[in-house]
């Protein structure tokens, strides 16, 4: 049987790994097109894995803090694409 205390361990666990992906991902050797992207949307999962332990903690307000983050990340990420369609 699972139960919060477990699933909050796993969270804190995947946010740590995003947290070293987006740390690898902004110190590459080599610089990708998309990189800025994969940084935000790396931010954007930890946000919302932060969001996600909050709301087992019933923390609501931080957790609704952390999803409104997520939203602006991830409206990020869209400027960037479009501003790159548009120059095709």
């Given at each position: ?26 110190d590459l050797i080599v610089a990708h097109d998309y990189q800025d992207v994969a940084s935000l ?48």
């Amino acid at each position: 049987m699972n139960t919060a205390p477990q699933a909050l361990i796993h969270l804190q666990q995947a946010a740590s790994a995003a947290a070293e992906a987006q740390s690898v991902i902004n110190d590459l050797i080599v610089a990708h097109d998309y990189q800025d992207v994969a940084s935000l949307v790396t931010e954007a999962a930890a946000a919302l894995l932060a969001a996600a332990s909050k709301l087992l903690t019933m923390e609501d307000e931080p957790a609704i803090e952390l999803i409104e983050r997520c939203e602006d990340l991830i409206d990020q990420v869209y400027e960037i694409i479009e501003s790159d369609l548009d120059e095709i």
